[in-house]
């Protein structure tokens, strides 16, 4: 597939297990973090999001949790499913800013 | 359907060439981008624009210019093609420029022989 040659972090999940993807950001002046979904041959896709002033959201099955302290960003996917398969970024908005800064990207791959 | 479209989907194209890459977004959204993705999946933005005008632009070489005819179109066009520049190139758009609510385009995924 897609993924063949790229050297991106991999967590293999069975189908039903809970997903943990984690991602660290650079910059301490972020105030908006997204995570997004890509899909081979797709472009990416909003999941969920938080701004600086929550340390957790929860979403239908997704829940992102934000630790300003040692700038960690993690997105928990409950009851994971073969659609989940798909590279997931996390991706910070710089205050007063309107780019996104992704981060490098994990592959999520769901075992049926 | 509401939507960010590019177009082509593809583009193969020789060094040297210059070539252009086509979007439109009908979500109403008065601020449109544009994000490389290279080889290794790594985003990165290139340029932004607020109703026509050009508020971001990231180091890119002068061979890359963006053009916004109107808020609901931003075109790229690329003159002297080189290899590096394959990618997959998606355009983005967001209402306000606060970056809150963006989507993407499905990519065009450029290759230069």
């Known amino acids: 597939g897609e993924s063949v040659g790229l050297h991106l972090p991999t967590l293999s999940v069975q189908e039903g297990d809970n997903s943990i993807i984690n991602c660290a950001y650079s910059n301490s002046a972020s105030d908006y973090f997204i995570w997004y979904k890509q899909e081979s041959g797709k472009g990416p896709q909003f999941i969920i999001d938080?701004?600086?002033?929550?340390d957790k959201r929860q979403g239908q099955r997704v829940t992102v949790l934000l630790n300003k302290t040692v700038k960690h960003l993690s997105l928990q996917i409950a009851a994971t499913q073969p659609g989940d398969s798909a590279v997931y970024f996390c991706a910070e908005t710089p205050h007063g800013g309107n780019k996104l800064v992704f981060g490098a990207g994990t592959i999520l791959r769901v075992k049926s | 359907d509401t939507a960010v479209s590019q177009t082509p989907k593809y583009l193969v194209t020789q060094m040297g060439n210059d070539k252009s890459i086509k979007c439109e977004q009908n979500?109403?959204?008065?601020?449109m981008y544009w994000y490389k993705q290279d080889s290794k999946k790594f985003l990165k933005i290139m340029f932004s624009?607020?109703?026509?005008?050009?508020?971001i632009n990231e180091t890119v070489p002068n061979r890359f210019s963006p053009k916004s005819p109107d808020k609901a179109h931003l075109n790229l066009h690329i003159n002297s093609l080189e290899l590096g520049d394959s990618a997959v190139y998606f355009c983005?758009?967001?209402?306000?420029?606060?970056?809150?609510?963006?989507?993407f385009g499905s990519g065009t995924r450029l290759t230069v022989v």
């Open positions: 624009y607020n109703n026509k005008e050009l508020i």
């Open positions: 938080i701004r600086s002033n929550m």
């Open positions: 979500l109403g959204h008065d601020t």
């Open positions: 983005a758009s967001s209402q306000g420029t606060r970056g809150y609510g963006y989507t």
